[in-house]
């Protein structure tokens, strides 16, 4: 294998612009914050979104987070739905799940497992990127969460049953369920309870182990209680993951130079060039929170009860801190201190991604093995389509094959 030479390497930008960009809402980034029709305040800036963020004067306000805590029906709420000390000790329980030195002890699996899903495809001739990513997300979550002990196999598709639907996550936004809907979203409940969750729980009363069902066997949550965090554990850890290695293996076949740079390159080159696409192409494009008092944002006044949508696209472009060609391809570089390389793509504040390691290094593991064949090749290019219940965008189909044409 031929390995280039340093100074032939490209200069940036290169490898693109964003793929995935919503064609309904024109790029605004830095600009100042603005009500929309229905008075939800969008914040457009990197330093306006940091100060909503860090903010102890707002609550969480996506992934149905209002609704569920008006339901009044959990002693514990999900982590994702707490605030303040709550959340605090919530998030120092469960971080040793999520370490470098815990990802480590993963290592080995993930990458069995992305061997097992490349020797499929190599098997097999062609296979969708979204479908072996499903795969690999959904199973190094299950391992994090404790989800190993499912009665019947399809634990993919019963977490996919949660977003591939037609809701809306935007608080005041979900349109009223016809019964059939009602009637298929408690199927999916129970179907995943049951068959996946029950079992965990059972497995776990016996004998503990070390996952996240375990310790909150340890702190009495009750089964409805480990079945709300195991869904929105489950949808953050599965469902982003398995588009971020998507998208990022569709820029890196797009561009042979930046895919000749991630091959070739070190570890921190190539996480980061991860990072720059996940920059561009945040999985979650909005977050919601809901103002506790009155607030100023970018020099605005932000009245107490606002809805603050959170424009991630545009934050994370922001030419004020992502400088020249802000919404290119630019791995490594440079930003102002403090602000670290995806900028916001998993949040800020108390309620950043806890697994954006994990996130990271599961793509970096299979990325390394799939392009290191010379003859992979792109057979089809994704649809990209946008699902309102996780805010962010998906792609379906994107076909590769391994082997000569």
């Known amino acids: 294998m031929t390995v280039p030479d340093p100074s032939s390497a490209p200069r940036c930008p290169f490898g693109g612009d964003a793929l995935t960009r919503h064609p309904d809402r024109p790029a605004q980034p830095g600009a100042a914050p603005t009500p929309d029709a229905r008075g939800v305040v969008q914040v457009h800036s990197f330093q306006g979104a940091r100060d909503v963020l860090r903010s102890e004067a707002v609550t969480q306000a996506g992934f149905n987070a209002e609704m569920v805590n008006d339901a009044g029906i959990l002693k514990r709420r999900p982590v994702l739905f707490t605030e303040g000390e709550e959340h605090h000790e919530m998030r120092r329980d469960t971080a040793r799940y999520f370490t470098p030195a815990a990802v480590g002890t993963y290592q080995p699996m993930i990458a069995a497992l992305a061997d097992r899903l490349i020797g499929q495809l190599a098997a097999r001739g062609e296979a969708n990127i979204d479908d072996l990513s499903l795969t690999l997300a959904v199973q190094v979550a299950s391992q994090v969460v404790g989800l190993t002990d499912s009665r019947l196999p399809g634990l993919e598709r019963r977490v996919m049953a949660f977003v591939d639907h037609d809701g809306n996550s935007e608080p005041g936004m979900s349109p009223e369920k016809g019964r059939l809907r009602s009637i298929l979203d408690q199927r999916h409940l129970l179907a995943f309870y049951l068959l996946d969750v029950k079992p965990a729980i059972q497995a776990r009363r016996k004998q503990r182990r070390d996952d996240l069902i375990s310790h909150l066997l340890d702190r009495e949550y009750s089964d409805i209680e480990i079945l709300t965090e195991c869904l929105t554990y489950g949808t953050a850890g599965m469902v982003t993951t398995r588009e971020f290695i998507t998208v990022a293996t569709w820029h890196l076949l797009r561009a042979p130079e930046l895919r000749a740079a991630y091959v070739h390159g070190t570890e921190k080159e190539r996480l980061d060039i991860l990072h720059e696409i996940l920059r561009v192409e945040p999985v979650v494009s909005t977050l919601y929170r809901r103002a506790q008092t009155d607030l100023t944002v ?46 916001m793509a998993f949040g800020d504040g108390h309620h950043r991604c806890p697994g954006a390691f994990l996130a990271i290094k599961e793509t970096d593991t299979f990325l390394r093995r799939l392009l290191i064949w010379q003859d992979l090749r792109l057979v089809a290019e994704p649809r990209v389509t946008f699902n309102e219940v996780v805010k962010g965008y998906e792609l379906r189909g994107l076909r590769v094959a391994l082997g000569r044409a």
């Open 298 to 343: 970018d020099g605005h006044r932000v009245p107490q009860g606002t809805l603050l949508a959170l424009n991630l696209a545009d934050v994370n472009t922001d030419p004020g801190v992502a400088g020249e060609h802000a919404a290119q391809l630019c791995p490594a570089r440079p930003l102002p201190r403090g602000v670290q390389a995806p900028v």
